[in-house]
């Protein structure tokens, strides 16, 4: 059989589809692109795409809108809550999305000051978009989510009364409730407990504050040598 002839009958077989329906498309037309077929397709939006015959009958998921049905299911799955603006997630469901991530998502950078040590948020938030945002509120301007206690995870108010672990915070705020010995000072008077710290310690400091690892401990090493010497 030569090729134009299969061709012609192949666009035979297919013509024999206009009319029905597959998910929310239905064929209207069948037309020859680059001599290949195509189908022209009406979504019940109202909008009309050009499609392989393939990709609307064969395969695990073959196209059933022009895109409208993902948008709906996504804007189902993500902004049930009622926090959508434009088809975009909130600012507070972004938040709640990030803290989960950092805890559970050991791939992401910084899991291991999250959930590599331990933090984990509780299952009433892990679960529950509407109950974070009832629980915390709208997120005031120039604030971020905070943990009163860094130890602890983020924890509701009915896991950790009266308040909860968590809060909106400034970055002023924040800093001031680091986690203790997250930045060691180094002077005179604690010169010897710098000295006594684990070389793990020191690295872990060298690497948090983004500084070469060398040059950190040579620095380190010549302002302990002044401070035990007592070079004023």
Request: aromatic fraction near 8%; proline fraction near 4%.
């Amino acid at each position: 059989m030569d090729v134009g002839k299969k061709t012609r009958e192949t666009a035979k077989t297919l013509a024999t589809y206009i009319g029905q329906k597959f998910g929310r498309l239905t064929v209207s037309a069948l037309v020859q692109v680059d001599n290949k077929s195509r189908f022209i397709c009406e979504c019940v939006c109202g909008q009309h795409i050009q499609i392989r015959p393939c990709g609307l009958m064969g395969g695990k998921r073959p196209t059933q809108s022009c895109g409208c049905l993902r948008k709906e299911t996504l804007s189902r799955i993500l902004f049930k809550h009622g926090q959508s603006r434009r088809g975009q997630q909130t600012t507070e469901s972004r938040i709640w999305a990030l803290m989960k991530n950092r805890c559970i998502n050991s791939k992401l950078v910084g899991w291991k000051n999250y959930g590599g040590r331990g933090i984990a948020v509780c299952e009433h938030w892990k679960h529950s978009f509407e109950r974070f945002f009832a629980d915390m509120g709208p997120k005031p301007m120039g604030k971020s989510l905070d943990r009163r206690d860094n130890d602890l995870g983020y924890l509701c108010p009915e896991c950790y009364p009266p308040n909860g672990n968590c809060r909106w915070a400034t970055r002023k705020e924040q800093a001031e409730n680091r986690r203790k010995d997250a930045y060691p000072e180094i002077g005179r008077k604690n010169a010897a407990t710098w000295a006594a710290r684990p070389e793990e310690y020191k690295v872990a400091w060298a690497v948090h504050m983004g500084v070469v690892r060398r040059a950190a401990v040579e620095r380190n090493q010549a302002r302990l040598a002044e401070a035990l010497l007592g070079g004023d």
